[in-house]
């Protein structure tokens, strides 16, 4: 047996090796100075933080800088004590800089050195927000047509360098969800690979794998942006950053969470176009719109609005605000975030860590003599007791809760400790909302409503009580997705709302006073009229808007 050996192979375990025990040299050392080592090998690296410190001043004092965001940046160090790294970090700080230690092997040094090349040939962002509206991005989401492009642009990314390529790829990655509308970005790491998907209408939609290699990088240039921990991987951490596009901010929400083979990530996309929605584009019906008017008009009062996490309860609050803005009356909201800039009304943002939370900005946003006043969520019995009580004395107050149903919103306020006898006194109006997806008007098809469908759909159209809800409503004939390029082979494209409703009157004062159930407070609102969320779904089923199977998987029809 003929034994080959393979100089170049046996060269590259040695460098590896050496490599290795580098980074671990540098480990030990750093538990010694009590400083967090990172490998910068695998570290993406903000050319704009290069700027911090000429190339030859950073060779010479051996420290150099690798992020930037706002006035805090990031610097890798081979010796905390050496005078020229001490006077270096003297003189960045002096420039206002806010300096996070690293310790970091030669090797990662050079690779930082090696960036400074690339410097002349990049433009400088503001710092902590991601600039991606030159030209190639901008002509990108003008050419995009579906999911197909984006996986072409990605794929014949990672066939480039490594080293070159991670700031491009998640360029792309984040154009593509704006291109395609996509609520959230998840990179979903397994034993082999890494998934990427998009939230697109709600429902995730996969993209493609990534090899870990390349997620490790991406991970990196995500934490930076986002100004997490890059040393920190067993705790759920929270950041954010902005993009600039074509004038307008983008806010990217970015959650990191320990998963069993690596952290997982979800970016959520706050783009104000997709948020602001008129309140006629909604999907509520002309009948519940005008009744919700009626309620608007009035100078005080609460109008809640419930839902689980993601049903389009802000959206819709900020719709109301829109509609009711005046130069004659001020306007407060409290949110946590401020998803959206509404001109001519003041807003604020609560800051948990910081004891600014949602019932003290209400408090606050009280001595400011408000007309209206829009509090993001009830989450405590605090908040709810002085946005009750601010109904109660001259205040119209919008706000979120979490239940289920309409139905539930009075329940719920009793659970938190809230007086039953001001509950009803105070609501003018409690609402409940789901969001649908809308079928593709390019390929859906048309089918006839037989056997168990046809029994369902006459036993629910039978139980909506005010009957001028079905002028013009046929029960023939529903339609069902297909999927084309168009919608990204989903057979859906957009979204909009089903709601239902419920007022404070006799009957539900009445109700409310035996602390009651979501169901007897159902029964004490049928004399009302107001179709229930599937009854409104079923309607725009009829219409030819949605699907059963879509309403199905949003309210449970079947």
Not at 23 to 51: C, H
Not at 237 to 247: A, N, P
Not at 343 to 365: C, D, H
Request: proline share 3%; aromatic share 6%.
């Amino acid at each position: 047996m003929t034994v080959v050996f393979d100089e170049d192979k046996q060269n590259r375990r040695v460098e590896d090796l050496k490599k290795r025990e580098a980074e671990n040299l540098t480990q030990v050392m750093a538990e010694k100075y009590g400083i967090p080592y990172l490998d910068l090998s695998v570290t993406a690296i903000n050319i704009d933080a290069l700027r911090v410190i000429k190339e030859s001043e950073a060779e010479e004092a051996g420290v150099v800088s690798f992020n930037l965001i706002d006035k805090k940046v990031s610097l890798g160090v081979l010796s905390p004590e050496n005078p020229k790294t001490k006077e270096a970090i003297a003189v960045i700080e002096k420039k206002g800089y806010i300096p996070t230690l690293y310790m970091v092997s030669l090797e990662g040094l050079k690779k930082v050195l090696d960036r400074y090349k690339d410097l002349s040939f990049s433009f400088e962002t503001k710092s902590g927000a991601l600039d991606i509206s030159n030209e190639e991005i901008t002509n990108f989401l003008k050419e995009v047509h579906g999911i197909d492009d984006i996986k072409k642009l990605i794929e014949d990314i990672l066939k480039q360098k490594k080293s070159y390529k991670i700031s491009k790829l998640f360029e792309i990655i984040i154009a593509g969800a704006l291109a395609t509308k996509a609520s959230d970005i998840h990179l979903e790491p397994e034993e082999a690979y890494v998934r990427l998907r998009y939230r697109l209408d709600g429902v995730l939609v996969e993209i493609l794998t990534l090899d870990l290699e390349t997620f490790n990088l991406l991970l990196s240039r995500i934490k930076l942006l986002s100004g997490l921990k890059l040393n920190v991987k067993e705790k759920a951490q929270d950041g954010r950053f902005s993009i600039k596009l074509s004038g307008d901010d983008i806010e990217i929400r970015t959650s990191a969470l320990p998963g069993a083979y690596n952290e997982s990530i979800v970016l959520r996309v706050l783009n104000p176009k997709s948020i602001s929605v008129p309140l006629e584009e909604l999907g509520i019906h002309p009948k519940l719109l005008a009744i919700l008017l009626e309620e608007m008009e009035k100078p005080n009062g609460l109008i809640l609005n419930t839902g689980p996490t993601g049903s389009g309860k802000t959206t819709t609050l900020y719709a109301f605000l829109k509609k009711m803005y005046s130069p004659e009356i001020k306007i407060i909201t409290i949110e946590n975030p401020i998803e959206y800039h509404l001109p001519g009304i003041v807003q604020t943002q609560t800051n948990e860590k910081k004891g600014y939370n949602f019932s003290e900005g209400l408090r606050s946003a009280l001595r400011q003599d408000p007309d209206v006043i829009m509090v993001g969520e009830i989450r405590d019995g605090e908040t709810a007791e002085i946005a009750i009580n601010s109904a109660l004395t001259g205040h119209l107050v919008f706000s979120t809760l979490h239940t289920n149903n309409a139905a539930g919103t009075y329940p719920r306020l009793i659970d938190l400790g809230v007086n039953p006898k001001t509950i009803t006194s105070a609501i003018n109006i409690a609402m409940a909302q789901r969001l649908v997806r809308k079928l593709c008007v390019e390929c859906k098809k048309e089918v006839l409503i037989e056997g168990e469908t046809k029994t369902l759909v006459e036993k629910i159209t039978a139980r909506i009580t005010d009957r001028s809800y079905l002028e013009g409503i046929q029960t023939e004939k529903m339609w069902k997705s297909v999927g084309c390029d168009k919608c990204n082979k989903t057979g859906y494209r957009g979204r909009l709302g089903i709601y239902e409703a419920i007022k404070s009157d006799q009957n539900i004062e009445n109700a409310v006073k035996e602390n009651p159930s979501e169901r007897e407070i159902t029964k004490a609102a049928e004399g009302q009229g107001i179709p229930s969320m599937v009854e409104d779904g079923i309607l725009k089923m009829l219409q030819g808007i949605t699907s059963l199977d879509e309403l199905n998987r949003v309210v449970e029809v079947l």
